[in-house]
Each structure stands twice: as C-alpha cells, then as structure tokens.
C-alpha cells in the first residue's frame, strides 16, 4: 500500500453525482428465520416486507430501522456458503443522478449488473461490481414508511429492466418527470 498516493486521492470534478449516504446493506445469512429475530428483537429493526420462497428462492426480508423501507436486507446463504455480503447501496439525492452514475461507469467501463427498478422499496438503482467483485448499488427514491407502519402493497410494485422504462413507468409517489425527456 502506498499511503502517501492514497491520502492525495480525490472526488473527481464535475462528477455527475454525489453519494449521500450508505442506504442499506443487503446480507447472505444462514436462517432467515434467526437473523430476522435477531435484528427484530435484539438490535430493535422492524419488518418492512418479506419475499417467499416463490418470489425468490429462499425468500427475502427487508428490515428498517428508520422511515426507509429498508436499512438491512436478509437473503438465504447457499447450501454450502455461509453468511457474508449480498450488496451494498449508496443513496443519491436525485434521479439525474443515478442517470449521471450509469453513464459515468460505462465511460469507465465498469460492467452495470442491472438498471431500473427492482420490486420491494421501489427505489430506482444501477447495480455494478467494484473491482473485487463486491456487489454495489447507486439508488434514488427508497419508498418511506409512514407513522402506520405499512409498506406499499406489492400490487404498486412495478420491476423495471433498465432505467428509461423505471422512468417512463413511475410507481405511485415517485416523480420521474423531466429526467431523459426532451
């Protein structure tokens, strides 16, 4: 390691996006049933939504700590892999720049695992590998929990395969207007 070179590592100007935050963290653990206790009854997280096994295989569950839908997602560990990461996301602050985030990795030509909008939390996102392999997402627009608990119906979700079609096709609530229209 080189730690003169790093410590003089800088944001890039004129970036076309900023990450606001870390959003959530998406696990691999052994039982779904164990991790969601403890998560639920020992650190405190509520439950958000839940796949079943015929949505995914091994199901899915989206725990939240604060009004986001999600902060911890919880997927099956494979047969013989233990618990590890699934992914991790970075929230931005608009759509434009999920957009600005896209372009700005395939000019530098890292390979967009997905693009669009995925089912629970309804955030829009492109999904990419940094160079060890480790799964990430740059997302906008994480649906909100309100004062009554209640998730959106999974009759709103509305998948999407690539940007433009999240875009084009906004779940209730999401304003996707003016971003790749002239």
């Given amino acids: 390691m080189d730690q003169a070179a790093i410590l003089r590592l800088n944001r890039p100007r004129g970036l076309a996006f900023s990450i606001a935050k870390i959003g959530h963290v998406a696990l691999y653990v052994r039982d779904l049933d164990r991790s ?7 650190l405190g997280f509520r439950v958000s939504d839940v796949y ?10 989206f725990l939240r700590c604060n009004t986001d ?10 047969e013989e892999a233990g ?3 699934h992914h991790v996301a970075f929230e931005v602050a608009t759509l434009a720049e999920v ?25 829009i996102a492109v999904e990419f ?23 959106r119906p999974p009759s709103e979700w509305k998948g999407a395969e690539s940007l433009e079609r999240a875009i ?4 209730r609530g999401q304003d996707t207007s003016g971003v790749l229209r002239s």
């Avoid at 084009?168 to 779940?171: M, N, R, Y």
Wanted: net charge negative; charged share 25%.
């Fill in 36 to 42: 969601a206790r403890f998560y639920t009854e020992v």
């Fill in 52 to 61: 079943a096994s015929d949505m995914l295989p091994g199901g899915v569950v």
């Fill in 69 to 78: 839908h999600h902060g911890i997602a919880l997927f099956p560990a494979g």
């Fill in 83 to 85: 618990g590890g990461l």
């Fill in 99 to 123: 957009v600005g985030a896209r372009e700005h990795l395939r000019a530098h030509d890292v390979k967009i695992d997905f693009e669009g909008r995925r089912r629970a939390g309804c955030q």
């Fill in 129 to 151: 590998r940094d160079p060890d392999g480790h799964s990430l997402e740059i997302y906008w627009n994480i649906d909100q929990i309100g004062s009554d608990g209640q998730a």
């Fill in 168 to 171: 084009a096709d906004p779940v």
